[in-house]
C-alpha cells in the first residue's frame, strides 16, 4: 500500500501449524463454554487472556472481557484499589495482544474503552505509542489511538503537529503522518489559531515543506497524497455559494399553459408546465445546504397569492442538498394570458443557510426574471401527446444559434453584492500556477503516472479559480489528454480515470455558449416539422460519471444513450427535464436510477440496452437484497396488490422508483429484467403509460 510492496509470509511447516491449531480449538472451546454460562472467574479470565494472547482478533472474548468488568463493577464493593488493580490488569491483557499484532482492531477499540471509564493513568500511554510506532512508523491504528491519548491529555494540536514533523523528518515515507497533519492543520486552520493565520501564509510552507518529499522520491505516494490535500485548501471556499439558478437572472421565460410540449418559435427553450400547473425555480449551491425557507430566500411577485415552500433536492430524505426547488403554483392561479410577471429572489440576506459543514452563506445574491403566460393553463385532456418519442438522428436538427432570450448557462448571470476579485483568489491562482511549473520541471525529468494526475489536478483547479473571473478554460483540453494518457499507463484505475475525463469533458462542453451549441439540437416530432423544443445530445462521449449539473438545469430533453454511465447521481437538480435517453450505458440496478424519483416532469423515459437484472443485489449501496434496506418509505400494501400471484422479489426496487412517477413512454428492451411479468406489473405500477417497448398498449 501507499507505493511499499507486501513481504511475504514466512513458511511454517506442517506439524508446527498443526499444534497451533489444536491449541487455538481447545482455547476457544473451554472460552465459549466460560461466556455461555457467563462465567467470570480469574481462572475463566485467563482463559481468555490466553485465546487474544494466541488471536488478536477475536472480537467475542473482548466483549467478553468487558462483560467481565461490568459484572465486577456491579458487585465490588467500590475499593479503589481493587477497580485500578482491574483496568491495569485489562491493559496488560491488551498491550500483550498488540505485542503479538499491533494493527489489531479489537485490542486498539479495547484500550480505548478502558481509558474513556477513567480509572486508568494515561501518564504511560505516550510512552507505550512510541514504542509501537518506532515499530511501524505508519500504522494507522496506534495514530488513530494517539489522536484519542491526546484529547484526553488535553495536548495541543500544536504539539501534537510538532510532533508529526519530528516523524516525517525521520522518514517522509510516512501516510498516517501526512493524514494526521492534514486533519491537525484543519483544526488549526478552522479556528484561526495563533500563528495559523492568515491561511495563504501556513499553506504556503506546506507546500515548501511536501516539496521535499516528493521531489526527493517521487515513486513514494506519501507526500503526494498530502500534496492533493494540499490543493484542496487551496481552491475550495468554505462559505456556501450560490453558483446557478433556473431561471437566471435577467432571463424571460415563455410558460404554454396546456399540456402539450410544443415549439415556441426559434429560441431553445420553451417551459411546459406539468399535469399539476406548476414552474420549478431551482437554486443550486457549490456545496450542500441547509436553512433554505421563506425567511433565507425572499421571493416577490404579484404572482404569489399562498405560502412557498422550498424543498431539497436530495435522494436520501435528507434536509441538506445542492439544489433546492420550489414549485410555483401557476395553475392555481387566475393569470392573465399574454402578459409578463416580475419575480425576484433575494438569497441570503438573512442568516440561517449553512454548509454541512457548519459555514454560513455570506455572499447575498438576487435573481430577476420575467414570466410571460403565452396561453391560460388548462386541464390535460385524456388523450393529449399521443406521438411517440423518436430518438434518431433524422429527428433532430442542430441549432444554428441561441437567441439571447434562452435561459441557459447561468452561472455567470448571478448579482451579487461582492463585485471585487479576494485576494485570496488572486494568491491562489498564483500558488497553483507556480506548482504547475514545478511539477512540468519534474515530469520532463521523471515520468511518473502520479506526476500527470497531479498535474490534471493543478490545471483543473487553475481553470477552476481562473473561471470566477474569466469564463475560459485554458488547459481543459491538455487535462483531457492527460486523463487519456493514464488510463492506457495504468489500466487498473482506469474507472477513476475515466469518471475525472468525464467531469471535465461535460465541464467543456456546458462552460459557454460557444462550447453548447454543437450539442443543441431542435426535436421535430409527428406533429411538427421544423419546430420543437431543444434537446442536448450528449451520446456516444463515453461519459462515465454525470456532473456540471449547474449548466444544465434548463435542459428539457436529454440524450445520453451510448455512454458508460453506470449512476445519474446530481441529475434530480434538472427539474424540467420530461424526456430522458439512458439506453445503451451500463446501468446494473434500478436504484443507480434513485434521481429519477425526483424528476416531477419526466414524462418519456429510455432504458434499453443496460443491464439491468443481471445483478440480482447492488452492491454499491446494499449488503442485502430487500427494501428494509431504505431509507425511503415502502408501500408494502401496494407492491403486494400489484405483484398479485407473480412471484416479484425482483421487482421491489422498479416499484420503489416508478411509482412516484407519471411516466407516458418507458423503455426497457434489451435488460435481463424485462420479460413477460416485469412488463406486465410495470404497467400496473404505471397507470399513466401509454407506449412500451415502443409500441402502443392497448
Not at 6 to 20: I, N
Not at 84 to 89: G, K
Not at 350 to 364: A, Q, T
Request: glycine share 4%; charged share 20%; aromatic share 10%.
Amino acid at each position: 500500500m501507499h507505493g511499499r510492496p507486501r513481504k511475504a509470509s514466512k513458511q511454517e511447516d506442517a506439524a508446527a501449524l498443526s499444534a497451533k491449531a489444536q491449541k487455538l480449538r481447545s482455547l476457544q472451546s473451554e472460552f465459549l463454554a466460560n461466556h455461555h454460562n457467563s462465567i467470570y472467574s480469574k481462572e475463566a479470565l485467563e482463559v481468555s487472556a490466553k485465546l487474544l494472547e494466541v488471536n488478536p482478533e477475536c472480537y467475542t472474548a473482548w466483549n467478553y472481557r468487558k462483560l467481565a468488568v461490568q459484572h465486577f463493577l456491579f458487585h465490588s464493593d467500590s475499593d479503589p484499589n481493587s477497580i485500578a488493580s482491574l483496568f491495569d490488569e485489562e491493559l496488560k491483557v491488551v498491550e500483550s495482544a498488540l505485542r503479538k499484532n499491533f494493527k489489531s482492531y479489537g485490542a486498539w477499540h479495547h484500550r480505548k474503552w478502558i481509558l474513556s471509564k477513567g480509572h486508568s493513568s494515561i501518564d504511560n500511554e505516550l510512552r507505550l505509542l512510541n514504542g509501537f510506532q518506532k515499530a511501524d512508523p505508519r500504522n494507522f491504528h496506534a495514530w488513530n489511538y494517539r489522536r484519542f491519548v491526546a484529547a484526553l491529555m488535553k495536548r495541543s494540536d500544536e504539539d501534537e503537529l510538532n510532533y508529526t514533523e519530528e516523524v516525517i523528518g525521520a522518514n517522509f515515507s510516512n501516510y498516517s503522518a501526512w493524514h494526521n497533519r492534514s486533519v491537525l492543520l484543519s483544526n488549526l486552520l478552522k479556528r484561526k489559531a495563533g500563528g495559523f493565520f492568515p491561511k495563504e501564509k501556513v499553506l504556503g510552507e506546506e507546500y515548501e515543506h511536501v516539496h521535499n518529499a516528493i521531489f526527493t522520491d517521487p515513486d513514494d505516494q506519501s507526500g503526494w497524497f498530502y500534496h492533493l490535500w494540499l490543493i484542496d485548501q487551496t481552491v475550495k471556499t468554505d462559505a456556501p455559494l450560490l453558483v446557478s439558478s433556473w431561471p437566471s437572472h435577467g432571463s424571460n421565460i415563455t410558460v404554454n399553459g396546456d399540456n402539450c410540449l410544443q415549439g415556441c418559435g426559434l429560441s431553445l427553450l420553451n417551459s411546459t408546465l406539468s399535469d399539476s400547473g406548476t414552474l420549478p425555480v431551482i437554486l443550486y449551491f457549490n456545496q450542500a445546504v441547509e436553512g433554505i425557507n421563506s425567511s433565507t430566500v425572499v421571493v416577490k411577485s404579484e404572482l404569489l397569492k399562498e405560502d412557498l415552500v422550498w424543498k431539497p433536492l436530495s435522494t436520501n430524505n435528507s434536509n441538506t442538498a445542492q439544489a433546492w426547488v420550489l414549485y410555483l403554483k401557476l395553475g392555481n392561479m387566475e393569470l392573465q394570458p399574454s402578459k409578463t410577471y416580475s419575480i425576484e429572489i433575494s438569497i441570503g440576506h438573512c442568516s440561517g443557510i449553512v454548509s454541512s459543514g457548519g459555514y454560513h452563506y455570506g455572499n447575498p445574491s438576487q435573481i430577476a426574471f420575467k414570466v410571460c403566460i403565452q396561453t391560460a393553463y388548462t386541464e390535460p385532456a385524456e388523450e393529449q401527446c399521443g406521438t411517440m418519442t423518436s430518438w434518431k438522428d433524422e429527428d433532430f436538427q442542430k441549432l444554428d444559434h441561441f437567441e439571447e432570450s434562452d435561459s441557459i448557462v447561468s452561472a455567470d448571470q448571478l448579482i451579487t453584492e461582492n463585485h471585487h476579485i479576494p485576494t485570496t483568489l488572486i494568491w491562489s491562482v498564483e500558488i497553483i500556477a507556480e506548482e504547475i511549473n514545478k511539477f512540468r520541471e519534474l515530469l520532463s525529468e521523471y515520468d511518473c503516472k502520479i506526476g500527470k494526475l497531479t498535474l490534471a489536478r493543478l490545471l483543473t483547479a487553475l481553470d477552476l479559480l481562473s473561471s470566477q473571473h474569466d469564463k475560459r478554460n485554458f488547459k481543459t483540453e491538455e487535462v483531457l489528454q492527460l486523463y487519456s494518457d493514464l488510463m492506457k499507463l495504468d489500466p487498473t484505475h482506469s474507472l477513476y480515470y475515466k469518471d475525472e475525463r468525464s467531469l471535465i469533458l461535460l465541464k467543456q462542453i456546458t462552460s459557454s455558449r460557444e462550447y453548447l451549441r454543437p450539442y443543441c439540437h431542435y426535436y421535430k416530432d409527428a406533429t411538427e416539422a421544423i419546430t420543437g423544443y431543444g434537446c442536448l445530445r450528449l451520446q456516444n462521449l463515453s461519459l462515465s460519471r454525470m456532473g456540471s449539473f449547474e449548466n444544465l438545469l434548463w435542459v428539457q430533453m436529454l440524450d445520453l444513450s451510448h455512454n458508460e454511465l453506470r449512476s445519474i447521481e446530481g441529475l434530480e437538480a434538472m427539474q424540467l427535464l420530461s424526456r430522458l435517453n439512458l439506453s445503451h450505458n451500463k446501468f446494473s440496478s434500478f436504484t443507480a436510477l434513485g434521481p429519477l424519483r425526483l424528476l416531477k416532469s419526466l414524462k418519456v423515459l429510455n432504458i434499453s440496452y443496460n443491464e439491468l437484472g443481471s445483478h440480482s443485489i447492488d452492491t454499491t449501496r446494499y449488503l442485502c437484497s430487500s427494501p428494509l434496506a431504505h431509507t425511503e418509505e415502502f408501500a408494502w400494501d401496494r407492491f403486494e396488490i400489484l405483484t398479485g400471484s407473480i412471484s416479484a422479489t425482483n421487482f421491489w426496487e422498479a416499484f420503489l422508483i416508478f411509482e412516484s412517477l407519471n411516466l407516458t413512454e418507458l423503455n426497457i428492451t434489451g435488460n435481463a429484467v424485462a420479460d413477460e411479468n416485469f412488463n406486465s406489473f410495470i404497467v400496473k405500477v404505471l397507470p399513466t403509460l401509454k407506449f412500451l417497448d415502443g409500441g402502443e398498449l392497448s
